[in-house]
C-alpha cells in the first residue's frame, strides 16, 4: 500500500541531532523469513555557535532497531568514526554475520576498517583495514568484494576471502587499480564485473583479479548543453547498471539499451532498445528500471508503465 508502517527517530538530547553515515543493512528471520533488525551506521551530532564552529560527535557507531516497531534494540560503539566525513561506511548482513566497512581516518590519507561481526551477540569476530573509502560491498560465498575511494579521486577493488573458523585467517586476495568509478558493480562465483573507461565493461577473475574478458559497448552523440561549445556533439558513456543471474550478465548501458551476455565469455547472446534516453541540461529523460523474473525481465518506465519482456 505504502503506508508507513512506523516511523523512528533516535532519542537525543538538544542541541545533538542523530546523524546517519552509510547504508541500511536488515537481517532477516530464518523462521518467517522477514526482517527484524535494521542496522545503519550512525552518531550523535551537533555543531557550535562559537567562531570558528566546531564539530562535535557522541555514540558513533552501528545502530540497531527492532525492523517491525522502529524500537531502539542496541548500538555497537565505534569510536573511530571520523566527525568530518558525511559518508563513512557500508553495512552488509547475511543472517549470520554483519560485515562493515567503516571510515576511521581521512587525513593524510583515508583508511577503513573492514569488520565481521556476530549478528547474535554483536561481538566482533575479525577485523582487517583496507585504504580508503568503500562506496560498495558485495558478498559471494566466503569473499568479500570491497569499492574503495580516496581523497586523491583514486580508485580500487579489494578482493578478501573470509574465515570460516576461530583461527583461520581473513585474507585479501588481490587488489587492483580502477580507472573510472562505477556506479555498479557485480560479483558472480566466478568473476568481478565493473564498468571502466570509454564504455568498457570488463570481467576479473574472482579468485585472483586477472581480467577475463571485455567487451566494449557504443557511446552517445550528445550535444553539450552550456558553455562556448554549447551544442557541440561528444561522445557520452553513461553510467552502466549489472545484474548478475545463474547463467546471464544484464547489462543496462545507461542509454536505454539492456543488453545479454554469456557471463563465462563476454559474449552478447542478445540485445534490445527499451527507450532512447535523452540527457537535457537540467534532466534526463525516458529513462526506466529493469528487473529480471523467471520467464524474462519487468520494464517500469520513468511514467509509470510497466512492461514484460519475454
Known sequence: TGATVWQSTPTV????????????????????????????????????TSVPTTEEVRHPGIWIWDATTGA???????????????????????????????????????????????????KTLWTEHVSGEATD???????????????????SIDVWKM????????????????DTNPAHFAVDEANVYLQGSNGVLMALDLATGKEAWRHQFASYKTPITDGPNMGKLYDLYPDMTLTTTTDVLYVQDGGGLVAALDPATGKELWNKRISQVVWNQTSVDNTFVFHPVDKGFLVIASDGKVDLWK
Open 13 to 48: 538530547t538538544s542541541p545533538f541531532v542523530f546523524g546517519v553515515r552509510g547504508n541500511i543493512a536488515v537481517h532477516i528471520n530464518e523462521q518467517s523469513h522477514t526482517a527484524d533488525r535494521v542496522y545503519v551506521i550512525g552518531e550523535e551530532e551537533r555543531t557550535s
Open 72 to 122: 531502539s534494540l542496541d548500538r555497537i560503539d565505534w569510536t573511530a568514526l571520523p566527525i568530518d566525513s558525511e559518508t563513512s561506511g557500508q553495512l552488509l548482513c547475511d543472517g549470520a554475520t554483519l560485515y562493515a566497512v567503516i571510515l576511521e581516518s581521512v587525513s593524510p590519507t583515508s583508511r577503513s576498517a573492514l569488520i565481521a561481526f556476530n549478528c547474535d551477540t554483536n
Open 137 to 155: 560491498l558485495i558478498k559471494q560465498g566466503d569473499t568479500l568484494s570491497v569499492l574503495l575511494s580516496n581523497s586523491k579521486q583514486e580508485r
Open 163 to 178: 574465515r570460516t573458523g576461530l583461527f583461520d585467517k581473513t585474507e585479501r586476495l588481490w587488489t587492483r587499480q580502477i
